[in-house]
């Protein structure tokens, strides 16, 4: 298939939707996640007039399959089909969906193959799909977040696991030296170089020691051990931190409307994910 301006062909591709927009009269911008090409955005052209399709009632959650052309970062995307069963999300599941669409729409780099992402997006969906299934078991149905609540661990493991395939951090394994943290050791995170032994990194500048923590809480981080006390709170903190600083001042809104809702509910956020009292000392 031959496409249009510049006369590439056509690549056929499976995505999931992460975004879209209208654009101009009656068409849209949508962005894919795909496991070939990564975040892909394309104009889907006359996807909104008289003759309904696919890409008129875009979903999230919905995997597609589409054909793409054009050489520069925003392609054209043609035959735009379903690609068999998504998830219908509600609730507290949809809007961790959305979250994790946001995030993925906002950090990661265009046409950059990144599998792993693409994997992880896909077991998340499968794993949010089962949280909604036995929250709606529940008499009644959970309005907030606790910290015993699996969406919230769930968060949390998806933006640990993101942010390290970005590259963001370092992890929670080794120090910045790459020796195996200790547990019985206190470290400091520092923002340009990662874990440092309390003593080592005493001579550092104040405005880069970010974050204080035991190694054996995190060693509980990275094994996603939510049931260790101040677990929760170290990993949200670290991930906010390394987020919010590659998006440089941009709002996450799907954010904002997770705090909002768990302010809403029975459980304020500070208890939803406990920390410490100087929320840039984590203990045991």
């Given at each position: ?26 068409s849209i911008i949508a ?124 968060m949390r493991e998806f ?68 049931q260790v006390g101040g ?54």
């Amino acid at each position: 298939m031959t496409g249009r301006g510049g006369g590439s062909s056509a690549v056929a591709q499976q995505g999931w939707l992460l975004h879209g927009r209208p654009y101009r009269e009656n068409s849209i911008i949508a962005t894919m996640l795909t496991a070939s090409s990564g975040k892909v955005s394309g104009v889907i052209h006359g996807s909104r007039g008289k003759h309904r399709s696919a890409a008129d009632s875009l979903q999230a959650f919905q995997p597609y399959i589409f054909s793409q052309y054009g050489r520069s970062e925003l392609k054209t995307f043609s035959s735009l089909d379903f690609a068999g069963r998504g998830f219908s999300l509600k609730g507290r599941a949809a809007l961790v969906g959305l979250y994790f669409n946001e995030l993925l729409y906002l950090l990661l780099p265009v046409e950059e193959q990144v599998p792993e992402i693409h994997s992880l997006y896909t077991s998340s969906l499968k794993r949010l799909n089962s949280c909604a299934e036995d929250s709606a078991r529940e008499i009644p149905a959970p309005t907030a977040f606790s910290a015993q609540d699996p969406l919230l661990w769930l968060m949390r493991e998806f933006e640990l696991a993101l942010t390290t395939a970005l590259g963001l951090h370092p992890g929670f394994s080794a120090d910045a030296a790459g020796n195996p943290i200790s547990p019985d050791s206190r470290y400091i995170f520092v923002s340009t170089s990662g874990w440092l032994e309390e003593a080592e990194a005493k001579d550092e500048p104040a405005h880069l020691r970010v974050v204080s923590a035991s190694g054996r809480l995190l060693l509980a981080v990275g094994e996603a051990n939510w049931q260790v006390g101040g677990a929760l709170g170290l990993a949200r903190e670290l991930t906010s931190l390394v987020i919010d600083r590659s998006l440089d001042g941009r709002m996450i809104n799907t954010r904002q409307l997770i705090q909002a809702a768990a302010r809403l509910g029975a459980v304020r956020p500070e208890q939803a994910e406990p920390i410490t009292e100087d929320p840039g000392n984590h203990d045991d």
